[in-house]
């Protein structure tokens, strides 16, 4: 058992679930972060990078499965093989756009995060060692052009 | 408090923390990570996937720390503005190529992770979410074209 204490908590305008965008491609939002005060410290230089690597918890998710029909298909595929939030620890990674910091506050932008989550880190995405292009998708090359699927559907509980 | 079940281990050559590579990038080294039984069923059609993102626990790290110097500069910074394993909640990520999977064990290459190191999810990469070129990076940019900084010198304990 490994036991994490959330180090802030994400401020969005999405509410629900169902109608929050589905990945930050194509997401605009704006959205803050909060960090809690006795994490403040560990802000400093941050406002240097241009982007944030943010883990968070899938807080309103209540069941998880090994197999799901995820947002971009409609055949199940192992959990793994998918972003699905109903996943084994529920951990949430979005790569967003830091505008400014404001004490305590990180001003973000690409938010595709349900307001109230729990944030678990931050760490600066740097190209250097982030940015892999080309990547080969599974089931998921032939579904990238389909544009019928970019918000929540609520299919996940 | 967020509790968390790891769901795998990492297999690795590096058994310590000096000498491990600190980023992916220049890292050829091929592991394993045993994904424990019951969690199996999640792998499915995950092999059609070349790219990994792979959250760990820094299991080696004892002591956390707001503000540190990081591999890569020799002043400090806040955690949060750093990639360094010394941070609240110990969370690592890892970018790795996938080679095959065999039953429950993911064959991978370019892996920077420490032996033993509990696995909390893998995720699919995908180019298309997770792939931003040109970020600005902080502190970080001066640092990026200076190659005597490759490896963990087990300054964190």
Redesign the interface.
């Known amino acids: ?7 802030g908590k994400i401020i969005s305008p999405y509410l629900e679930k169902a109608g929050t965008p589905i ?3 194509g997401s605009e939002t704006a959205g803050k972060i909060e ?1 809690f005060k006795e ?1 403040q ?11 944030l ?1 943010v ?1 968070y ?1 899938f807080h309103r998710i209540k069941e998880t499965s ?2 799901v029909v995820p947002f971009l298909d409609d055949v ?8 699905s939030p109903a ?3 529920r ?1 949430g ?1 979005s ?1 967003l756009e830091l505008m400014y910091i404001e004490d305590n506050m990180l001003h973000v932008k690409n938010l595709d995060v349900l307001d109230g989550a ?1 944030v ?22 032939k579904r ?1 052009k389909d544009s019928d699927f970019k918000k929540d559907d609520g299919r996940f509980n």
């Open positions: 058992m490994i036991e994490l204490q959330p180090i990945q930050m491609t960090i994490y410290e560990g802000l400093r230089d941050l406002e240097g990078f241009s982007t690597i883990l918890q090994l197999e199940t595929h192992g959990i793994f093989a998918t972003r996943r084994p620890n951990i990674i790569i729990p678990l880190d931050i760490k600066p995405y740097v190209s250097a060692f982030d940015s892999i292009e080309n990547t080969r998708n599974g089931w998921l090359d990238l």
